[in-house]
């Protein structure tokens, strides 16, 4: 069984919310010339970033990074970071897209490789933040919720590659037989 913690409605209602902060911010900042880049990691951020993307009115490039930290089960793996050659992230507004952030580890991992880039500007926006779990120094800049210690699945999420596909978050519950 899987118990509800944010429901559709709740993750849309701030869905939007952060949509708008991300336009104020980067307004001044980007136009069609020079758009923002948004940089969702795969696969846990694909549902977040199609959601979030429809309601940011700034121009935007999206190119997609590859990173797994977590094999089977729960624990923490290595990182295996994928960013396309052709992405051009010298020089631009870098926006990098996680459904959540929890020790911190593949976020800081992924933006000491984007700052060799050459950005200029570097932020995460994540649906999801756990700092209480923080073992590498992140700054979460444009948050969805803030969560304690629970593994969540749903919206994107993933327990051993299943449950992504719900529309809301939930935790699973004991089984009890
Ligand atoms: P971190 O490197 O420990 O911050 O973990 C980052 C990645 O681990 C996230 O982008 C997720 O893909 C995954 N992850 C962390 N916590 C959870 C969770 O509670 N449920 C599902 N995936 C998680
Ligand atoms: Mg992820």
């Given at each position: ?9 709740e993750?849309?209602?701030?869905v939007?919310?952060?949509?708008g ?5 980067y307004?001044p ?8 880049v ?10 977040f970033?199609?959601?979030?993307l429809?309601r940011?009115?700034?121009p935007?490039?999206?190119?997609f ?11 923490s ?30 976020a800081?991992q ?15 926006c ?9 073992v590498a ?16 699945i ?15 978050v939930?935790?699973?519950?004991e089984?009890?037989f």
């Amino acid at each position: 069984m899987v118990r509800i913690l944010y429901s559709e409605e709740e993750i849309a209602r701030q869905v939007q919310l952060l949509a708008g902060q991300i336009s104020a911010h980067y307004a001044p900042l980007v136009s069609i010339s020079y758009p923002l880049v948004v940089l969702p990691v795969l696969k846990g951020a694909f549902v977040f970033s199609s959601d979030l993307l429809r309601r940011v009115t700034v121009p935007l490039r999206v190119e997609f990074l590859r990173a797994s930290s977590y094999r089977e089960g729960t624990v923490s793996g290595g990182l295996e970071l994928d960013i396309p050659e052709t992405a051009f992230l010298s020089g631009h507004h870098l926006l990098l897209l996680e459904d959540i952030v929890d020790t911190g580890r593949t976020a800081s991992q992924i933006l000491a490789t984007l700052k060799g880039c050459g950005p200029a500007s570097l932020q995460i926006c994540a649906l999801l933040d756990k700092p209480s779990r923080r073992v590498a120094p992140v700054e979460v800049h444009f948050r969805g919720f803030t969560i304690a210690d629970r593994f969540v699945i749903g919206y994107g999420m993933d327990l051993a590659e299943r449950y992504r596909e719900l529309p809301y978050v939930g935790e699973l519950e004991e089984c009890t037989f």
